[in-house]
């Protein structure tokens, strides 16, 4: 093999190493990029589940608060009247 055909196959596969290095870069790259995507995607619906499980644990503390309350009431209530202060 003469010397400018050493050089020639010395520089296609170069050339070939460069292009299979690029092309794993790049697809690198995309795959990167779409796993963030993804941790921004489920971050975003997280925070979301979070702020609608607050709101409803808000929602159903208020509701026991209210259902506490009226039984305190009823109960105040039966022993005025077993004691016969509910008349006035």
Known sequence: MSSAQQNFSAGQSQGQTQAKAENMMQSTKEIASAATEKAQ???????????????EAAGFLHQTGEQVKSMAQGAMDSVKHTLGMDKK
């Open 41 to 55: 995607s489920t971050a975003n619906t997280t925070g979301q589940t979070v702020e609608q499980n607050k709101e």
